[in-house]
């Protein structure tokens, strides 16, 4: 590869084509990325640095005469979405606009044929996050319609286990009129029917299903305050974080609040009950400033004994983590129940900032890595 193959692309930190840069290993590895694999003078690459470069040759090794176009290395939307989880906001939509309307890779999801030929998943849901603000209003529609299929799927999924930690356990003694499989009291059904048996063929005919009643938890004001980091390696925690905070919003007895932040903080409660839209109106990307979404959400708090914050973040502070610790100990000072919830991907793998979460567990925050449906079952146990 040439030493001009990369140089029409952003540095690697951001900041713009030619501007000088300090000495040490840091400058070393800047230009690493910039010349590519051949500058075999300067520093290898490992760990994240090896994937930016992955990222960068799938894009700018298009250059020059028989350079290798980059399709065998990983699809569009493998690489939108690594491009927006290396990189600075800034420079991951430099390098979306190159790929676009540089090298012609439209099928990143800013096609409407495209977006009707992809198999919708959540892979393709997060690169449409990443993408939404460069598409045209036809190729947004179509993009809603998939992150609404989606967005369903993992509603089916979810709703069963995410509701049942709150319905409380079955009571055989009361009997209930809502006609639900999980109410259906198989044993007493049979009891009740056996005057029914067909004497000719001797089956059962159930004439009289009947259905167990519930004991109601005593969840009656408790408020849920979710606050979802938006930063470009959260996109897998957002999307699963607003469709559980939608199904919390269905469960009548909790006042649910859904908050998404960046350096900013954006209060989607008001739309809370309806993923998609709250989807497509996060901002994936940016700083973090987790102190200022801890002290919004300790501003809607009520009643703090009846008030449990989660905030999903990877809890890599944009700046020190003091002020955070300092708000998180008071919150728990006041009785509300905070539990620090670590990023976790669909693949299952979790990233978070160990040492900031020590220090909020000593402040007395519960901190966890779990999936939606364990999720729930915590925040029942918390308010039973």
Request: charged share 25%.
């Amino acid at each position: 590869m040439d030493v001009g193959d990369r140089e029409p692309g952003p540095t690697p930190d951001g900041a713009p084509d030619g501007a000088p840069d300090g000495g040490g290993p840091d400058r070393d590895l800047r230009w690493r990325l910039v010349l590519g694999d051949t500058a075999d003078t300067l520093a290898g690459l490992g760990g994240e640095a090896l994937r930016r470069d992955a990222a960068l040759g799938f894009l700018y090794d298009r250059e020059g005469e028989g350079s290798p176009d980059g399709s065998g290395l990983m699809t569009p939307t493998e690489w939108i979405n690594e491009v927006y989880e290396l990189f600075p906001r800034s420079v991951a939509e430099r390098l979306g606009d190159d790929a676009m309307n540089r090298y012609g890779i439209t099928e990143i999801v800013t096609s409407a044929e495209a977006l009707e030929r992809i198999t919708p998943s959540t892979a393709l849901v997060k690169a449409i996050l990443n993408t939404k603000h460069l598409m045209e209003p036809g190729v947004l529609a179509k993009a809603r319609a998939v992150v609404d299929t989606v967005v369903r799927r993992i509603v089916e999924q979810l709703t069963r286990p995410v509701r049942n930690p709150f319905t409380g356990p079955k009571d055989r003694h009361r009997r209930s009129r809502v006609r639900i499989a999980a109410n259906f009291d198989p044993r007493a059904t049979v009891r009740a029917n056996l005057k029914h048996v067909d004497p000719v063929s001797g089956e059962l005919v159930i004439a009289e299903p009947l259905f167990t009643s519930r004991v109601r938890r005593q969840q009656d004001r408790w408020q849920v305050v979710v606050c979802l980091d938006q930063s470009g390696s959260m996109a897998d925690s957002v999307i699963h974080g607003a469709v559980t905070a939608s199904i919390f919003h269905g469960i009548g007895a909790l006042k649910t609040h859904l908050v998404a932040f960046d350096t900013e903080v954006a209060d989607l409660s008001a739309e809370v009950g309806d993923p998609v839209e709250v989807l497509m109106g996060v901002q994936l990307g940016g700083g973090t400033d987790i102190h200022r979404a801890m002290s919004y959400a300790r501003g809607l708090v009520d009643t703090p004994r009846r008030a449990v914050v989660v905030m999903i973040s990877d809890f890599y502070e944009g700046g020190s983590d003091g002020p955070l610790v300092g708000t998180v100990r008071g919150m728990v000072a006041d009785g509300v129940t905070v539990l620090c919830l670590g990023a976790l991907s669909t693949a299952g793998a979790s990233r978070y900032n160990t040492v900031t979460t020590s220090r909020l567990a000593a402040a007395g925050a519960h901190v966890a890595v779990m999936t939606p449906d364990r999720l729930a079952e915590w925040v029942a146990e918390v308010i039973a």
